[in-house]
Nanobody
Framework: QVQLVESGGGLVQPGGSLRLSCAAS????????VQWYRQAPGKGRELVAV???????LYGDSVKGRSTISRDNATNTVHLQINNLKPEDTAIYYC?????WGQGTQVTVSS
């Protein structure tokens, strides 16, 4: 089973950027679909972005146009860059690979 550890969250002002990382261990994820989800307080888990095993990408409407998901096979890590952050991006961000979840990383957007 793969183990996932998210990092890169923090407190950022509106309009700022963050680069989240999902480090995988236990097996290589270079040939697997990797998803980023987020969950805001009092809300359900929302799909943010997906990178397919062939490198294709998909973004949720809430981050489309200001996010980039990418894969670093050398470090077995998937990154999620979000630009022009908004208060509504405040959430815990999780990565998922084949039903395995990390512990999440908190993103707070506030002035």
């Amino acid at each position: 089973q793969v183990q996932l550890v998210e990092s890169g969250g923090g407190l950022v002002q509106p309009g700022g950027s963050l680069r989240l990382s999902c480090a995988a261990s236990g097996r290589a994820v270079s040939s697997e679909n990797v998803q980023w989800y987020r969950q805001a307080p009092g809300k359900g888990r929302e799909l943010v972005a997906v990178i397919g095993h062939l490198g294709t990408t998909l973004y949720g409407d809430s981050v489309k146009g200001r996010s980039t998901i990418s894969r670093d096979n050398a470090t077995n890590t998937v990154h999620l860059q979000i630009n022009n952050l908004k208060p509504e991006d405040t959430a815990i961000y999780y990565c998922n690979v084949n039903m395995s979840w990390g512990q999440g990383t908190q993103v707070t957007v506030s002035s």
